[in-house]
């Protein structure tokens, strides 16, 4: 049974451009979690999906940022015109339909902003 | 507003010895704690948790404690191994529904088992 996969592990972009992340929950999980790690710092929330539904963004920063959690496919988190800032490692978790509290997180995707 | 803190930036200590991680919390609302191990370059792992119903919670090696009273919660590790050196992140949520996966992060405690 594969973990959360999370791609690509790591990304670069220049300032201004767009960054995709995806994420692949384990199988048989129907809640997506994003977290953002800054550099010396804990994993803080962003956002809860469940399938073609946003549950909490009250973690998302109020502009570029935007999640999605298709019918079919991964969950995306999106970050048009990135700055420097938002350099940070991009985790994704899942949980099971019945949540437990318990998240299974995926291997992160590192975003470097030149 | 740092809701969860682990005060310790950093532990070092034996192998087979014990080692005790702290984490504090000032929401009462809090009422699910976990804990997650990471290792570089990795995604963290659930480690072990307890409910706010409880005041410890053991699973071989690991145990937590938790005293609502005070909002500590500790995280025992008995016998230290190497293999134990990582960074370990406190967590906490809120009661269940939508805020179930909402968990907030301590800052870490970076955990180094010396043979």
């Known amino acids: 049974n594969a973990g959360v996969m999370q791609n690509p592990r790591h990304l670069v972009r220049r300032r201004g451009q767009e960054a995709r992340l995806r994420c692949s929950p384990m199988?048989?999980?129907?809640?997506v979690y994003w977290y953002r790690q800054l550099p010396e710092e804990g994993l803080k929330f962003m956002v809860y999906?469940?399938?073609?539904?946003?549950?909490?963004e009250s973690g998302m920063p109020k502009e570029r940022f935007s999640a999605e959690f298709p019918k079919e496919g991964p969950s995306i988190l999106r970050i048009q015109q990135v700055v420097r800032g938002d350099s940070a490692a991009y985790f994704c978790?899942?949980?099971?339909?019945?949540?437990?509290?318990?998240?299974?997180f995926g291997e992160g995707s590192r975003l470097t902003v030149l | 507003d740092q809701q969860v803190k682990q005060n310790s930036p950093s532990l070092s200590v034996q192998e087979g010895r014990i080692s005790i991680l702290n984490c504090d919390y000032t929401?009462?609302?809090?009422?699910?704690f976990l804990w997650y191990k990471k290792y570089p370059a990795e995604g963290p792992t659930f480690l072990i948790s307890?409910?706010?119903?409880?005041d410890k919670n053991e699973d071989g090696r690991f145990t937590v404690f938790l005293n609502k009273s005070a909002k500590h919660l500790s995280l025992h590790i008995v016998p230290s191994q190497p293999g134990d050196s990582a960074v370990y992140f406190c967590?906490?949520?809120?009661?269940?529904?939508?805020?179930?996966?909402?968990?907030?992060f301590g800052q870490g405690t970076i955990l180094t088992v010396h043979p």
């Open positions: 199988k048989g999980h129907s809640h």
């Open positions: 978790a899942s949980s099971p339909p019945s949540g437990t509290g318990e998240l299974f």
């Open positions: 929401n009462s609302m809090f009422d699910y």
């Open positions: 967590a906490a949520s809120g009661a269940g529904g939508t805020s179930y996966g909402k968990l907030t």
């Open positions: 307890i409910s706010s119903i409880k």
């Open positions: 999906l469940q399938k073609e539904n946003i549950i909490d």
